[in-house]
């Protein structure tokens, strides 16, 4: 994984690089040089270039000075003003009008809050010369710690970042104003190694050594089974796009428990084997049903509860069953989470009672019911506190998915796309999570595994591309997506 450092650790880092002996001058010629680069490269080359730089105090702004310098001696026409001394608005927009390079030198990683006066003013008259931008270690106006903007921000096309990722440059809406983010070694010792509480971005190599391969003597059982319950009124839909998610994956085998028999005749015909659990009145699994799937379900790898089960007082009182008492590792998604109704009792008793781990993937709407309060900002944040608090493995969906561990181990997911807003698709990756498991992969690294596949999968979707994707569709392309994660032919997102 690629180390995402807060601005805490970042400072942190340049301390002990400086107690060690690289003195602070040194660091900043090294970064202003990296940034110099990265305007000569956007500018085509140095000759007949411009850049104006605008540059903040502290080592931000110094950055900025040295790229001044550096550029100015390569032959580019540089025009530098300092935003403590105050922007001249006038000259500054005659230099916007000469097409220069501008260089964004403001505002550091440590930034909070919002854009004011004559910060907030460059930011906008940037964004509408349509000239290129280049950001000091992040663009102005981004929090460095959770990627929220509050109202004008930079926007970059190339930001130069030091030493590692910060989550501004990675969560949304900040990885879209950070443009193509290099990062820079400038000789900056990093204070956070990738153990215990660290958070990294995904890689494709990690994925690739994460899932194993078959062995020639394997089996079905052997390789994995998923069990899947689901499915309320008939409605077959999102049980089953669950249950062909995790056959694509890479389960050998795949049940899909439904309730009644009308349900489970009608999904069946396929590769999954679909078995009738009971069902109250009104078509909702009866909550007699959790010791049905308990019977034999230790045979399984993994057991996916909640896609379409509805909110029947019945089948809460099942799915509580289920979750507390079920001896396999278990993926509780969509109805299966509202169905706790805020209630960690049932995980708690899950975590006390056995070692087998539990993965929640709530959307943000899903993760307000369960844990009584919002999101907010700090994604990362929160979804590490609503891991511990729920002993889970939480796979926290978004713009940027997070997945965070009890112990403070953290992910940050850089695949996925806009087409993923769709129906169904959510369905489709709990049943690459579980199909991870059920093939051996623990819990944590099983969803940050099945997060990054799934973003990668709407690349592989044949013949039209994303246009008009559905969730469907995105299942037959997960085999292809791993196949080319094996043959290693995957770039980086």
Known sequence: MRPVLTPEEMSESDRRTIEAG??????????????????????????????????????????????????????????????????????????????PVFVDAMFGTGFQGKLDDDAAWVATAVSRSGVKVVAVDIPSGVDGRTGAVVAEAVRADVTVTFAALKPGLVCQPGRSYAGDVEIVDIGIELAVELGAAALGETEAADVAAWLPRREVDTHKWAVGGVMVVGGSGGMIGAPTLVSHAALRAGAGIVWCGLPGTDAAGRASGTEVITKALPETPGGSLDETAAGVVL??????????????????????????????????????????????????????????????????TPHEAEFARLFGRPVGDDRVESARIAAQDSDSVVLLKGATTVIAAPDGRAALNPTGSPWL?????????????????????????????????????????EPAGPTGMIASDLVEAIPRTLVALDRGELREA
């Open 22 to 99: 690289t003195p602070q001058d040194v660091l900043m010629e090294r970064a202003g040089h990296a940034v110099a680069r990265a305007v000569r490269r956007i500018s085509g080359g140095a000759y007949g270039a411009r850049a104006l730089i605008v540059c903040g105090k502290g080592n931000n702004g110094g950055d900025g000075l040295v790229a001044s310098r550096v550029l100015t001696g390569w032959g580019v026409r540089v025009e530098v003003m300092k935003l403590f001394d105050g922007i001249d608005r006038a000259a500054f927009t005659r230099a916007l009008g000469r097409q």
């Open 295 to 360: 019977q034999g379900l230790d045979r399984f790898g993994a057991l996916v509860v909640g896609p379409g089960l509805g909110s029947d007082l019945h089948t809460r009182r099942a799915v509580a069953d289920l979750v507390a008492a079920a001896p396999v590792p278990l993926v509780l998604d969509a109805d299966g989470l509202n169905a706790l109704h805020g209630d960690l009792g049932p995980l708690h008793e899950r975590h006390a009672a056995q070692s087998e781990a539990t993965v929640l």
């Open 421 to 461: 807003a769709t129906a169904g698709t959510g369905d489709v990756l709990s049943g690459i999570v579980g199909a991870f498991i059920a093939r051996g992969v623990p819990a944590l690294e099983a969803a940050i595994a099945a997060a990054w596949v799934h973003g990668r999968a709407v690349d592989f979707i």
